[in-house]
């Protein structure tokens, strides 16, 4: 008897539900409300608790505590393995399954960080899909790859600055565009540390300089770096760090900027330089 269930055996909003869950690896169920997999937060809850309450389950959950000021913060939901193997024997090997294969508590230390990048990945997935495009991968901090070595594991972002040092990016993908592939870093910023923010992109700029995530993905012109900001005023703060320190000067148009409240289909293509233009993402 095979004890994964076919997909016949799903209903279609549970359906919905797992793929979501295979493409962004971790989701709130206000971020599930607005993949408009259903339209009441109510019943996507329900069928979640169906998933989780199979005999083998289909989907797992964190659950955190309360915020002292937003209150109760809301679970993030995954596919178990059992979840992964289900959409790979009814969609093929071919369809890629992300989903958590070690511990989760590394979302105790980094849940807002975290969310904010995954809605970011929503965005940019749901902008590439509307125009025809090809969003190949993205591939975060807590995906983890192995290194070979004993205990060695590293961040799938990882991107070389030179031969001996990297630096972890919060994401790096690749999108298909008309006329080529894009290869892009992202780094998401929450709070106001504008220091760290500027220390952090002077190794993307290293990297760049030495076109080192170029040569990574066998691509022989430049990469860019989207820098998204929970908050509008310290995006526009780090931009003018940039703009000041003249070591950042001829890559400037490798730097695009963005808040989180800037983000939604319409406007995605259009970025900001740091000093205050506008620019394309590609």
């Known amino acids: ?15 919905k539900i797992l793929v979501a869950l295979a493409t962004f690896k971790y989701l709130t169920t206000g971020q599930l409300l607005f993949l408009e997999v259903m339209s009441d937060r109510a019943n996507i809850n329900k069928n979640i608790t169906v998933l989780k309450n199979r005999y083998r389950p289909l989907v797992g959950s964190i659950s955190f505590g309360v915020h002292p000021k937003l209150g109760k913060l809301q679970n993030i939901h995954y596919l178990t393995s059992h979840g992964a193997m289900l959409l790979k024997e009814n969609f093929g090997e071919r369809f890629f399954v992300r989903y958590p294969k070690g ?3 590394l979302f105790q230390q980094d849940y807002f960080h975290r969310v904010n990048l ?7 997935n749901l902008w590439a899909m509307a125009n025809d495009l090809d969003l190949l991968f993205f591939r975060a901090y807590f995906d983890k790859l192995t290194t070979g070595k004993e205990k060695g594991y590293r961040a799938e972002s990882a991107i070389p600055i030179n031969e001996e040092e990297y ?16 290869l892009l870093a992202v780094e998401m910023y ?11 992109l002077f190794y993307h700029l290293q990297a760049l300089s030495n076109g080192q995530p170029s ?22 703060q ?19 900027f963005k808040s ?11 970025w900001w330089l740091f000093d205050g233009t506008t620019a394309s993402l590609f």
């Open 103 to 105: 511990k989760n508590g």
């Open 238 to 256: 780090a931009m003018k760090r940039l703009n000041e320190d003249a070591r950042f000067a001829s890559a400037k148009k490798h730097f695009l």
């Open 215 to 236: 040569k990574k993905y066998g691509l022989n012109y430049g990469s860019r770096v989207l820098c998204v900001f929970e908050l509008e005023s310290y995006k526009i």
């Open 1 to 15: 008897m095979n004890a994964t269930p076919a997909l016949e055996q799903i209903t279609p909003a549970q359906q």
């Open 118 to 124: 995954i809605t970011f990945h929503i965005h940019f």
């Open 190 to 200: 929450n709070g106001d540390d504008t220091h760290r923010v500027h220390d952090s």
């Open 167 to 182: 630096l972890i990016a919060d994401a790096i993908c690749m999108l298909q565009t008309v006329r080529r592939l894009e």
């Open 260 to 270: 989180l409240d800037e983000l939604s289909v319409d406007s995605f293509f259009d």
